[in-house]
């Protein structure tokens, strides 16, 4: 080791005027780098040894703008003739993503934590567009911008090494195309900003409860939307959906305190981006995990599968890519990919009533399933003038249907198939089960069985959300 960090020790005799007492490697995860921690008298800096020296280049100029700029990143210390060598500030150990998992109990995180995530979101569009305006695009590496070709890249990256090692099935001449389209769109916002690349919670480092910005060598031009995305779709940081739409918005309340940004056509991109993010990520999931065999990354592919099946489930595909849509289709319900490491997702169970006079109720999850049972073979309560008024949540009904024989059967029949879904899917590390109940009018029998597999699935632990879509519908009491 000593031949190798040899260019480390000058540079630090240099900047500090002592010895380099004690020299140990810092843990770069999924970087080809090889960083050093340097201390001597009472002093302390890092130390990075990197061949390319293009890279370096870029990390060093970007450093010296933005620490003119004011935005905390670390302080550039020096480099030697070869341009392969460097020394910055130490920042110290604790990064977001470490901060987070310190942070999360079993209530989910605390205020700090999440005080934290806002802090670095105020400083995101700081460092895009006031910064960013300054920045000389000379120095971005390898590409000027966050064009087609590095899109493409990125997209290839994911098909190759992540769809390819994994065994997902695709038809490559089809998935070529989809992306072409895909990029196409994605090309079509707004792209004049700073795009850091890398802004995830391993790259922001916490220092006396401030944030420091790191490994934004990859930066170029591009939209504001990506690193957005990177961050509040940083697969093993978990961030709570909740959350992640707060955070959105505070973005957007920021970034306008220096740009005129249009939030409507922000959020239209938002989700290509998140995309694209994700299989960038991915691919990489795919390299270190699959082809290298480092078991630490193929920990975070549950995680990435649960994100696009949220952006599915919630804004879908921006454009018509249906090879890319039936590949994603294809990880959502891998039961292979979600059971890599620990994770442990979490399933939700979806039940909601409805009238078939208003026709069954779409899929909203993006990936189809679940249950849909018909309660019309059911006494109904709806044919007797005293309950005309009340529905499956109210105390008449309630009483009138609990008393029925058959639809005590009835119902404990459909809740032994739930439980086995239930059962099955946790197992498999799934997230969401869909199950509907239809009758009708929507407003009796079938508000009743939801509330009542609701209870069910409640009392055995399983988190559950009940919608009655025909509510508004349902007469005014007292009227």
Not at 116 to 131: D, G, H, N, S, T
Not at 377 to 382: E, K, R
Request: charged letters at 25%; aromatic letters at 12%.
């Amino acid at each position: 080791m000593a031949g190798m960090t040899d260019p480390l020790k000058p540079l630090f005799r240099a900047r500090f005027g002592v010895e380099a007492e004690t020299l140990s490697p810092v843990r770069a995860e999924g970087s080809n780098r090889r960083i050093y921690r340097l201390t001597g008298g009472g002093r302390t800096a890092v130390g990075v040894l990197n061949e390319d020296a293009k890279e370096n280049r870029a990390f060093i100029e970007f450093s010296k703008h933005f620490h003119k700029e004011g935005i905390p990143v670390p302080e550039f210390y020096g480099e030697d003739a070869s341009g392969t060598a460097y020394l910055e500030e130490d920042l110290g150990d604790t990064t977001l993503f470490q901060f987070l998992g310190r942070k999360r109990g079993p209530k989910g995180l605390s205020e700090e934590a999440v005080a934290a995530y806002r802090e670095v979101v105020r400083w995101l569009p700081r460092i895009q567009i006031k910064a960013g305006a300054t920045v000389d695009d000379r120095w971005c590496y390898p590409r000027k911008s966050f064009d087609k070709q590095s899109m493409l890249w990125d997209l290839n990256y994911f098909k190759y090494y992540f769809l390819t090692l994994g065994g997902i099935v695709f038809h490559e001449e089809r998935l070529e195309e989809d992306f072409q389209v895909f990029a196409d769109y994605l090309l079509a916002a707004e792209r004049g900003y700073f795009m850091c690349r890398d802004f995830q919670s391993r790259n922001v480092m916490l220092k006396d409860g401030t944030p420091y910005f790191i490994d934004y060598q990859g930066g170029r031009r591009g939209a504001l939307q990506y690193d957005l995305a990177s961050l509040l779709y940083d697969a093993k940081a978990d961030l709570p959906f909740e959350l992640r739409d707060e955070l959105l918005e505070l973005y957007l309340h920021e970034a306008a305190k220096h740009a005129p940004v249009d939030k409507a056509e922000f959020k239209k991109y938002f989700p290509g981006f998140v995309l694209i993010r994700i299989m960038q990520a991915m691919g990489a999931y795919g390299l270190r995990g699959f082809h290298e065999k480092k078991p630490l990354f193929l920990q975070s592919i549950p995680y990435a599968i649960r994100n696009i099946e949220r952006v599915l489930a919630t804004s879908g595909l921006p454009v018509e890519v249906p090879e890319l849509t039936g590949v994603f289709k294809r990880l959502v319900g891998s039961s292979a990919l979600r059971q890599f490491g620990a994770a442990k997702l979490g399933l939700r169970v979806r039940i909601q009533s409805f009238s078939y006079k208003n026709g069954a109720p779409k899929d909203s999850s993006g990936h189809g399933g679940g249950y849909q049972f018909d309660c019309r073979c059911l006494p109904n309560p709806g044919r007797k003038a005293e309950f005309q008024k009340s529905t499956g949540l109210d105390a008449d009904v309630i009483s009138y249907l609990a008393k029925e024989e058959a639809v005590d059967r009835w119902l404990r029949s459909a809740c032994a198939l739930v439980d086995q879904s239930v059962e099955d899917y946790g197992r498999r590390n799934f997230t969401h089960l869909a199950v509907a109940f239809g009758c009708t009018g929507g407003q009796h029998r079938s508000v009743y069985c939801a509330e009542r597999l609701a209870k069910h699935l409640r009392d055995q632990g399983v988190s559950v959300s009940v919608t009655h879509r025909e509510k508004k519908a349902w007469p005014a009491k007292g009227a």
